[in-house]
Each structure stands twice: as C-alpha cells, then as structure tokens.
C-alpha cells in the first residue's frame, strides 16, 4: 500500500476553516481510496473526497511546501501526526513547527481495509 503525507481538512458544514489535519494517508492500488486517521475516503487522492461511512465531504491534497496547507481564505489550528513531524520538517525546510498554526496529536494511522471491503459491498436497500 503506498504512502505519503497528506492535507486533509472537513470540508462538511465549514467554509475554509474545518478540522485540519497532516500525516500519512495509505492509497489503494488503484489511489481511489485513501485510508487517513480512522477515515475511508473515496476520490482521486487531491480534491474532493467523501468519507464512505459518513458521507461527509474532505479535500485532501499533498503538503505544500511553502507550509501554507490551509485554503487563502481559511483559518485555525492544523493538527499535525507526532509521528510525521521530522518528515514535514523536512519537507517544507523548516527545523521546528510554528506553534502558531499547529496542534501536535496522534492519529490512528492503521488502514482499516476490511472494513472499507466490508462497506463498499453491502446491498443497496
């Protein structure tokens, strides 16, 4: 399963300034499914996904390297996997986080692949 860090912010019911978050997002063979802190999101892997439980509606997108991951026009706190900070660092060229756009957390980065199988199988009723 690849790997990669990744942009992910609830776009359901907020306007630019939802939940945000940055770590590891696993891709299916075929990248229409990314596997991302307890989520199963349906999509092309940038842009619109939408969680195939909830149905909520998330934008992913790699990390910019520029550091500035939040929409122009949004705003709030990026919660960032403690896991995946030297890489980030490394990424965007930085040697330590500003405190000031990030909240450090632990995501629950463990694919949950038959549970996605499981969901995307059911009858329709």
Request: proline share 2%.
């Amino acid at each position: 399963m690849q790997q990669k860090l990744i942009y992910v912010e609830l776009k359901t019911g907020y306007n630019d300034n939802g939940p945000a978050w940055i770590g590891k997002g696993y891709f299916s063979k075929s990248g229409q499914t990314i596997y991302f802190n307890g989520l199963i999101l349906k999509g092309s892997g940038r842009g619109n996904c939408h969680e195939i439980e909830s149905r909520d509606i998330y934008w992913t997108s790699g990390i910019k390297k520029n550091g500035e991951d939040r929409h122009w026009a949004g705003s709030g706190k990026i919660s960032i996997d403690r896991t995946v900070i030297n890489e980030y660092l490394e990424a965007v060229g930085e040697l330590e986080l500003p405190k000031n756009k990030f909240n450090i957390v632990d995501l629950d980065n463990i694919p949950n692949v038959e549970k996605a199988t499981k969901l995307e199988n059911q009858k329709l009723n």
